[in-house]
C-alpha cells in the first residue's frame, strides 16, 4: 500500500489554506456575495447569490428610513419606513432630489452627508419636512460600490421621541430651576391634589418636605374674611376645589398658624396646569408672604388711634389751660404772655416725647429742656437715672414751666445773683420726690397770696401725677417738694443699668 508522504499532505494543506484564504479575501473585498459568519469552528461561509429578495424584505422591514442616493442627492431608490416618516408617497419620493425633503437650514448638512459619505461612513443631525411637519432625524451615510456608478447609502433614524425626552428633561430642570429661585412658596400639585414640586422657599415654610402630600392638609389655609376674621372650613374647600378643577385664583387673602404657632399672612394665587395635549393635569399655586404688611397695617392702625387718643388729651389739656388762664389773667395781655409760656411748655414736652417716639423719657433730660433759658451757674441738679412714663411727661413740663416762670418773675431767676438747685430721688413706695430750693434770690415775703401757678402745680401733681405739692416760702427763696407716682418696674430696670448721679451739674 502507497501512502503520502508526510511533505505530500503538508503541501496540500498549504494549498487548501491558500484556497480558502482567496475566497475570503474576496468575500470581503465585495468580489464574491457572501455572508462570513464566525464561530466556535472558525469563519463559515454562506452564498448570497440569488438572495436579493431576503435583502429587499430585510430593508423594507427596517424600522429605519433606507435611501440610496446619487452623489448629486437624487434619490435612486427608498423604503416605506421613509415614505411613511415623510408622509409622502413612494411614487413621489424616487426620482426626487432628497433636498426637497430637507429643512432649509439643514441642507448644507445634507450637502456635507453627500460629499463626505461618498469616501466614508459619516453622520449628521437632519431635520425633514413630514406633512404635518419638521421631524428631527439623525442620518447615517455610508458609500455603495457600484462599478457603473458611484452611490450613497442612507440611513435615517427618527429623533422624535428623543428629542422630546430631552425637551421634557430640558423643560423639568428649568422648572426646578424656577422653583428653586422663586422667593414665593410655589407648589405644583397632581390632579389628585398631591404636591409633585414645592419651591425652596414652599420648603423654608412647612421646615420639612412636602412632596407627596395633599396639599389641603399639608396648607391649611385659613381664608380671611371681613375686618380680617377666619372664613369657614367651607370655603377653604372650596378654595382647592376651585384650584384643582382649573380656576384662575387671583390674590386671595388667607393665613396659618394658630395653636401656639404665629400667624403667616398669604395672597394666594392658582392657575390650571396642562401637558403638552392641552388636559389638565393639576395646579400651581402661589402663596406670596404679607405678613409684615399685615403686622404694618395693624401697628399702623394702632398708631392712628394712639394719636387720636393723645390729640382729644393734649386738646383737652390746652382747653384746661386757657380756661384756668383767662380765669387768673387780669387783661388779654396777661392772658397771652402767661398762654403762650404754658403752650410753649406742652410743645417741649411733645417734641421730646415725638424724638423719643414716645418712649419713656429721662427726668434729667426733661429737667435741662425745660430749664434751657436760664443756662450757666444759676441753676445746677442731682439724682439717679428715672425714666419718666409718656403720659407723665406733659404734666411734669407743665410744672416745671411754672416753677421757673414763677422764678423769673419773682424768684431766684428775677436777680443777677440768684441760684435753683434740684434733686430728685426714687422712694420705697414706688413714688419719687422732686425738690426746688431758690437761694440768693430777692427777700419774700412771709406767706404770700398763692397765684394761679401755684395752683396749677397743686392740681396737675394732685390729679395727672397722683402725687401732692409742698410750697414753702422762705426768706431766702422758694422751697418746693414735690412726689408723684413712677412705674416701679421701669425705674428700677433703669437704675440698675446706671448709678445715682452724684453731685450737682451745672446745666
Not at 494543506?13 to 472558525?42: F, H, M, N, W
Request: glycine letters at 8%.
Amino acid at each position: 500500500m502507497v501512502t503520502d508522504s508526510p511533505d505530500t499532505e503538508l503541501d496540500e494543506l498549504r494549498q487548501k489554506l491558500a484556497e480558502a484564504e482567496e475566497t475570503l479575501r474576496a468575500i470581503y473585498q465585495g468580489e464574491v456575495d457572501a455572508l462570513v459568519v464566525r464561530g466556535p469552528a472558525g469563519p463559515q461561509v454562506f452564498t448570497l447569490r440569488g438572495a436579493q429578495e431576503p435583502y429587499r424584505i430585510l430593508v423594507e422591514r427596517m424600522h429605519e428610513g433606507a435611501l440610496t442616493l446619487s452623489t448629486a442627492g437624487l434619490i435612486l431608490y427608498c423604503n416605506r419606513h421613509f415614505a411613511a416618516l415623510i408622509e409622502h408617497p413612494l411614487e413621489r419620493i424616487v426620482g426626487r432630489p432628497l433636498a426637497e425633503f430637507v429643512a432649509p437650514q439643514h441642507r448644507e448638512a445634507l450637502q456635507a452627508l453627500l460629499t463626505d459619505g461618498a469616501g466614508g461612513s459619516v453622520r449628521r443631525e437632519l431635520t425633514l419636512n413630514a406633512s404635518t411637519g419638521p421631524v428631527p432625524t439623525l442620518a447615517a451615510a455610508s458609500p455603495l460600490l457600484d462599478e457603473e456608478s458611484p452611490a450613497v447609502l442612507l440611513i435615517v433614524t427618527d429623533l422624535t421621541a428623543q428629542k422630546h425626552s430631552e425637551e421634557i428633561a430640558a423643560a423639568e430642570q428649568f422648572a426646578r430651576s424656577i422653583l428653586e429661585q422663586a422667593t414665593d412658596a410655589v407648589l405644583v400639585c397632581g390632579q389628585s391634589g398631591r404636591i409633585t414640586h414645592a419651591s425652596w422657599a414652599a420648603q423654608h415654610l412647612f421646615g420639612v418636605s412636602v412632596i407627596g402630600q395633599r396639599a389641603q392638609y399639608a396648607l391649611p389655609l385659613h381664608i380671611a374674611g371681613a375686618d380680617n376674621a377666619p372664613a369657614s372650613e367651607k370655603q377653604s374647600e372650596t378654595l382647592w376645589k376651585e384650584a384643582l378643577s382649573g380656576k384662575r385664583i387671583r390674590g386671595v387673602e388667607a393665613w396659618i398658624g394658630g395653636h401656639g404657632r404665629p400667624r403667616q399672612h398669604f395672597l394666594v394665587s392658582a392657575g390650571p396646569l396642562h401637558d403638552r395635549g392641552g388636559m389638565l393635569v393639576g395646579c400651581i399655586l402661589t402663596l406670596t408672604d404679607i405678613t409684615e404688611r399685615k403686622r404694618a397695617e395693624e401697628h399702623q392702625t394702632m398708631l392712628v388711634a394712639e394719636l387720636n387718643h393723645r390729640v382729644k388729651n393734649i386738646l383737652a389739656v390746652v382747653q384746661s389751660v386757657a380756661s384756668q388762664t383767662v380765669t387768673a389773667s387780669g387783661s388779654l395781655g396777661q392772658f397771652r404772655t402767661a398762654f403762650e409760656g404754658r403752650l410753649r411748655a406742652i410743645a417741649l414736652a411733645h417734641d421730646i416725647l415725638t424724638r423719643l417716639r414716645w418712649g419713656a423719657v429721662d427726668l434729667e433730660h426733661l429737667v435741662a429742656q425745660s430749664l434751657a433759658p436760664y443756662r450757666g451757674e444759676r441753676v445746677a441738679w442731682s439724682g439717679p437715672r428715672l425714666m419718666l412714663e409718656p403720659q407723665n411727661v406733659v404734666s411734669l413740663a407743665l410744672v416745671l414751666h411754672e416753677l421757673s416762670t414763677n422764678a423769673a418773675k419773682y424768684g431766684a431767676f428775677s436777680n443777677g445773683s440768684g441760684r435753683v438747685e434740684i434733686a430728685w430721688d426714687r422712694r420705697d413706695d414706688g413714688m419719687a420726690e422732686l425738690s426746688w430750693i431758690e437761694t440768693e434770690g430777692p427777700p419774700v415775703a412771709r406767706n404770700p397770696v398763692p397765684g394761679f401757678g401755684n395752683k396749677l402745680i397743686s392740681r396737675v401733681i394732685g390729679y395727672d401725677l397722683q402725687g401732692s405739692a409742698a410750697m414753702g416760702f422762705e426768706p431766702e427763696g422758694l422751697r418746693c417738694r414735690l412726689t408723684f407716682r413712677i412705674s416701679q418696674a421701669r425705674s428700677e430696670m433703669d437704675g440698675a443699668s446706671t448709678p445715682a448721679l452724684a453731685g450737682s451739674r451745672p446745666y
